[in-house]
Structure formats: structure tokens, C-alpha cells
């Protein structure tokens, strides 16, 4: 039943989620779960060199009742970006070995653990759009806290606090941004470009059946793991669809009913991915066709290994000619080709009224979309680290 739900909102038209009421804010996340921890020296077992050493910035959680110990730790490592409140390191993952001695064991998985500074947060938090604690939020939430992890969105691990820091551990992409996939290769083949392509349609999927809005979708919030999965990242900006009741009031997605439309939030997100409704920050917005709408972007610059405009606004030239149907010959004057499909279904995704545009069932069975022309690209792990 609630499978069939979503895939009527998958499929509604805007004309339809319109018609269900009045546009509402977004409603609230459930609360986080956010867990005391202690990060000390420890001692660290190696089973590769059978050694042990004692080594720095081992977290773990705190237990309330004293006669219990963690089974599991992080040996928190190399920073590999930056982050708004703080940064993301790279981390491993430690399993108990000894309880008397309090000896760590190195497993050989390693995590992400995105370190957030509680001065930056008490500073910053009401003067930005993006907010950590409501991406930890929307990530406990999607992943059910760490039962349920869809292997096309992020999820989050454990979240633990000190003092100073909150910690949130999320699973690790070893094949980095797939942002840095086209950088690499100027654009991709039609085949490559839809084996990514079904992945974030995936993701975006999963973010809807949880009554999700990203708001921030781009190639830089696309991660790659070590089995070529794509992952949607970095939920920051993200907002909690709300949804009609049968008796007129607001619920959120487990009622089983149609969503409505969001007041506006602030303009928000990288200015080349933003729908032009959200850039004029003026109308009502559907969640569900403002992340199509980025995703409808990070197609067409994997195909054609460019942006296709500054700003989805009536001063920029190419937004213009692209939502005035002319997408095709724009690509002709860059001598930038694809295929006749390909540019059918960016066309039909480039709608600058959102009452025309596709929704997610109409792109997911697109001729373009269901092609049996797929070709997995061999993983070349992309990460870039920064210095301590």
C-alpha cells in the first residue's frame, strides 16, 4: 500500500499536487540521536604487522551502565575535504579485543566522519542556509538510524558528540566525487552517462518514497563507492515533504497521500543546478520537480561536459534558448552532439514552468532511460585529500 502511494506521487502531475491544497512549510524531522563519546589515546591492534601501538583520536561511545564496554571505536585519520562547520576525515573502524586491557582491533572497514565544530554551529547555524544537525536529522531518518542504508543514498552510521565536537560517521566512497569522473574524461559516452543516470534516478526515488526534498543535487553531491554505486550526499539543505491529510490538514509521507506544494524557502544551492522557481524565491515550489530539475543538469553536463547556463534566469542567454526549445541546436553551435533521445528527454526535463515538466516516472521510462546501452565504467578511485 504505501508502495503504491508513492509511486502516485511519483507520478502526479504539478496541476495535480496543486489542486491539494493551499502551499505549506516543510514539516519537521524527528529529533537526532546524538550519543556522548570519549576520544582518547588507546591501544590499536594491527593484524597485518601483529603489532600494537598506541595511537590518538580513538572515539567511541560512552555506555550509561559502567559494567558494559563499546564493541566498536573509530580511529579517526587524514582529512579529505572541508566542510562548512568543520571537516570530513577519513576514518577506520575498530572492533573490541581485549576488555581487560581495553585493546582495539583495525578491521579493515573504513567510514567517513563528517567532524563538526560545536563554536562554528552556535556562530553559524541561523545565518546559513545549510544546516548540520538537520542533515543529521534527514540522514538518520532516511536510513531508518543505520537499519535500512540504500545503496544510492548516503545514511548515516552513529552520531556522537563531545565537548567539543559532534561527530557523524556516514560509509565511505572511495571512488570520490562523480563530479571528478568528468573532470577526468571532458564528458562521458551515452552508455556511461545512463549507468550513472539510473543510479541517481534511484536515489532520487528513495529520497521521495521518504518524502524527501534534497534541494541541492548536483555532481558534487554525487559520491562513488568501491562497487561503482552512486550515492546522493550532503543533506544539508534538504527539507521533509509535506503531504495532504484526508481531512485537509498536514502529515507527512506515511499517510499514503499526495504531497502539496512548499512556500518559499530562500533561494539555495549551486547557482548552475537551482530550478528557476526556487531562484526567483517568489513562487510555491514542488520538492519532488526541483530535484528532477538538478538532476536534468548533472545529465546534461555528463553528456556534453558543460554547464548549460549560469542561472535558470531570463538574463542568461542560453536558459533562454534551451526553454524555448532550441536545446539541440545550442548543442549544434557547440558542436557538442547527442543523440536525438538524449535531447529529447533534457528538453522535456528543461520545462521552465514546472507544470510541464517531467515527473520521475515519466523520466525513469523514457526511451532515452530504459536503453539496454549501458556501460559500467571501470572504478579509478578519485579522493583528494587535503593536509592536517
Excluded at 538518520?140 to 544510492?152: A, R, T, V
Aim: proline letters at 6%; a neutral charge; charged letters at 25%.
Amino acid at each position: 500500500m504505501e508502495e503504491i502511494a508513492h509511486l502516485s506521487n511519483a507520478a502526479a502531475s504539478y496541476g495535480l499536487i496543486e489542486s491539494m491544497g493551499a502551499p505549506a512549510d516543510p514539516i519537521s524531522f524527528p529529533e537526532s540521536r546524538i550519543f556522548r563519546c570519549s576520544r582518547v589515546q588507546a591501544l590499536v591492534y594491527d593484524p597485518n604487522t601483529l603489532t600494537e601501538r598506541l595511537l590518538y583520536n580513538v572515539v567511541y561511545r560512552e555506555l550509561v551502565a559502567q559494567t558494559k564496554l563499546p564493541f566498536r571505536a573509530y580511529l579517526i585519520g587524514r582529512k579529505l575535504r572541508k566542510a562548512i562547520y568543520g571537516c570530513v576525515r577519513l576514518t577506520s573502524v575498530l572492533h573490541l579485543r581485549d576488555r581487560d586491557r581495553m585493546v582495539w582491533e583495525l578491521t579493515g572497514q573504513l567510514v567517513a566522519v563528517k567532524i563538526i565544530d560545536w563554536n562554528m554551529l552556535r556562530q553559524m547555524r541561523n545565518k546559513r542556509m545549510e544546516d548540520p544537525i538537520k542533515e543529521i536529522e534527514c540522514l538518520q531518518y532516511i536510513s531508518n538510524y543505520g537499519d535500512e542504508l540504500h545503496p544510492n543514498v548516503v545514511g548515516s552510521l552513529e552520531v556522537l558528540c563531545d565537548e567539543l565536537y559532534i561527530y557523524s560517521f556516514m560509509p565511505f566512497c572511495l571512488g570520490g566525487e562523480l563530479f571528478t569522473h568528468v573532470e577526468r574524461d571532458g564528458r562521458f559516452t551515452e552508455p556511461v552517462a545512463r549507468f550513472w543516470f539510473h543510479q541517481i534516478l534511484q536515489g532520487l526515488y528513495q529520497l521521495q518514497r521518504k518524502g524527501v526534498c534534497h534541494r541541492d543535487l548536483s555532481l558534487e553531491n554525487l559520491m562513488v563507492d568501491e562497487r561503482t554505486n552512486c550515492l546522493i550526499i550532503d543533506m544539508g539543505m534538504c527539507v521533509r515533504v509535506p503531504y495532504s491529510s484526508r481531512d485537509g490538514s498536514i502529515c507527512d509521507v506515511s499517510a499514503g497521500t499526495l504531497r502539496r506544494l512548499i512556500r518559499p524557502q530562500g533561494a539555495c544551492g549551486k547557482p548552475v543546478y537551482v530550478s528557476p522557481e526556487v531562484l526567483s524565491n517568489i513562487e510555491p515550489f514542488d520538492g519532488f520537480a526541483v530535484d528532477l530539475w538538478a538532476a536534468g543538469v548533472v545529465l546534461f553536463i555528463m553528456l556534453v561536459g558543460l554547464p548549460p547556463w549560469e542561472f535558470a534566469h531570463e538574463s542568461d542567454p542560453r536558459f533562454n534558448m534551451i526553454c524555448q526549445g532550441s536545446l539541440m541546436s545550442l548543442l549544434n553551435q557547440w558542436r557538442r552532439a547527442i543523440s536525438p533521445d538524449a535531447g529529447d528527454l533534457l528538453q522535456k526535463m528543461f520545462q521552465k514552468d514546472a507544470r510541464h515538466r517531467l515527473s520521475l516516472i515519466e523520466v525513469m521510462d523514457h526511451k532515452w532511460v530504459t536503453s539496454g546501452n549501458i556501460s559500467p565504467p571501470p572504478l579509478n578511485p578519485i579522493i583528494r585529500c587535503e593536509q592536517n
